[in-house]
């Protein structure tokens, strides 16, 4: 079992940023893929951004170029950072652990709200 920690969301105008941690219990393994997913009111959860143990990312369409996602082995810990914010961008943001094994692991979601 993994616990994920989430820290780092909160209210921000629009424009603005604003980075969210994420640090895994146990050691991060080459096969475990870190993540953020989102989820706004009465919508699906979807993936945000994800990356690999070597550093390999993937972004979601609308975060491209807005929001980066880096990980730190050494610390267990995946970061998002999140630059020019809209108010689509509102939601709760879920730090995400999957491997080649099918095991996957979420946070207790952190809620990033978007609004002047």
């Known amino acids: 079992q993994v616990q994920l920690v989430e820290s780092g969301g909160g209210l921000v105008q629009p424009g603005g940023s604003l980075r969210l941690s994420c640090t895994a219990s146990?050691?991060?393994?080459?096969?475990?893929?870190m993540g953020w997913y989102r989820q706004a009111p009465g919508k699906q959860r979807d993936m945000v951004a994800t990356?690999?143990?070597?550093?390999?990312?993937g972004y979601e369409h609308s975060v491209k170029g807005r929001f980066t996602v880096t990980r730190d082995n050494a610390k267990n810990t995946v970061y998002l950072q999140m630059n020019s914010l809209r108010p689509e961008d509102t939601a709760v943001y879920y730090c995400?652990?999957?491997?080649?094994?099918?095991?996957?692991?979420w946070g207790q979601g952190t809620q990033v709200t978007v609004s002047s």
């Open positions: 990356i690999t143990s070597d550093g390999a990312t």
């Open positions: 146990r050691t991060m393994y080459n096969d475990d893929t």
């Open positions: 995400h652990v999957f491997n080649e094994y099918g095991q996957q692991y």
